[in-house]
């Protein structure tokens, strides 16, 4: 039985998670607090960084509904704590909870950029768009001090290897020294997440994420220096930002946005209680609303993970959303198809101490 443990209100300050629940893989359960009640703390929680030496990078996937069959990782867990993160559930696997633990207890990967030089050297490897911040986001506020992401896009450029990134974080702007060249060569998008234009909202439910109207500053440096933006609105939460999407995707494309995409909320394992008690806790008006909503896209569950289903949902309002999508993007302008990147520009750079070729 999973165990509830409640952490004090006061004490979860900018974190999204309102308990630590067990993940499905503890085996140590845990049937009490684990130290952080009575404890008089003004700062919060503190953000732990662990350290992880990856002995792959590269992790490959075969889904139907994703448009790229490779991604890389530089860090396990986000700082973001944004509450309806899908991703939650791979902080389990490290017998750690997908709640607090998720946004708190971080692990970064020093020494990604040399796995992955040492991937893309392979004379097995084939080269086709490596996608960045499919689970988390590589420029979460720790990226600042470790500069993974940086180190591995260094790499990436070098290889003249396409790169597709997702994110939040506003830290990306440092890395336009990298990924302007990279955009001139057809090799580099980005895309945005952009789930709610309300501060207040978006502050409750993505509580150390850039504010809404820094991204869209984001999107217009970003295309101001010449790097292709898509505008993501996701996840649409029924009841609470889907009466944004005309709205989120306007302010966009004003911002620079060429393309947009849209997800609906998400809710695998144990997302789904997570997402619950944040509700009851900042939108108890609401919450059983937007669970009913969820509900009847998913055949009477809180979420269905069949492929070509688990995105978008089934059924009336799914559609709805849908039909208002495609009727703001062509009213926009963002329904153009998109160029692909390059993959043609592959090269595998020399190494220290390699003879080059003389002719």
């Not at 944004?82 to 970064?108: K, M, N, Q, V």
């Not at 084939?126 to 992401?149: C, F, K, L, S, W």
């Not at 336009?176 to 998008?189: E, K, Y």
Request: net charge positive; aromatic share 6%; hydrophobic share 40%.
């Amino acid at each position: 039985m999973d165990c509830e443990i409640p952490i004090d209100k006061a004490r979860r300050r900018a974190r999204g998670a309102v308990s630590n629940r067990s993940g499905r893989f503890d085996l140590d359960r845990r049937a009490e607090p684990d130290g952080w009640e009575g404890q008089a703390d003004d700062t919060g929680i503190a953000t732990e960084v662990s350290l992880e030496t990856p002995r792959s990078l590269i992790t490959y996937n075969r889904s139907p509904d994703l448009p790229f069959d490779r991604s890389i990782n530089p860090y396990r867990g986000c700082e973001h704590g944004c509450i309806y993160c899908f991703a939650r559930p791979s902080h389990a696997w490290l017998g750690l909870s997908p709640g607090l633990d998720f946004e708190t207890r971080l692990i970064a990967r020093p020494g990604a950029a040399k796995v992955l030089d040492r991937e893309l050297r392979s004379s097995r490897y084939r080269v086709a768009t490596i996608a960045v911040g499919t689970n988390t986001d590589p420029y979460q506020p720790i990226e600042r001090d470790h500069r993974i992401m940086r180190d591995c896009l260094g790499v990436l450029s070098e290889f003249r290897h396409p790169v597709a990134i997702v994110t939040k974080g506003a830290l990306v702007e440092r890395d336009i020294d990298i990924l302007a060249p990279m955009a001139r060569q057809g090799l580099a998008r980005v895309g945005i997440s952009l789930t709610t234009l309300d501060p207040d909202l978006s502050r409750r439910m993505e509580p150390r994420a850039p504010a809404p109207a820094r991204r869209l500053r984001v999107i217009r440096r970003l295309v101001e220096a010449g790097i292709p933006v898509r505008v993501m609105a996701s996840p649409m939460v029924p009841g609470l930002t889907d009466h944004e999407l005309e709205t989120i995707l306007s302010a966009a494309r004003d911002a620079g946005a060429d393309a947009a995409s849209w997800i609906m909320l998400r809710l695998p394992r144990e997302v789904s209680p997570l997402w619950q008690e944040w509700l009851a806790e900042h939108y108890p008006d609401r919450a059983a609303r937007v669970m009913a909503r969820l509900r009847d896209m998913h055949g009477g569950k809180d979420y269905d993970a069949r492929w070509g289903h688990r995105m978008r949902g089934e059924g009336p309002y799914a559609e709805m959303i849908a039909q208002r999508f495609r009727l703001a993007t062509l009213r926009l302008g963002l329904d153009r198809p998109v160029a692909p990147l390059r993959s043609d520009l592959f090269a595998v750079p020399p190494e220290p101490g390699d003879q080059l070729s003389l002719f």
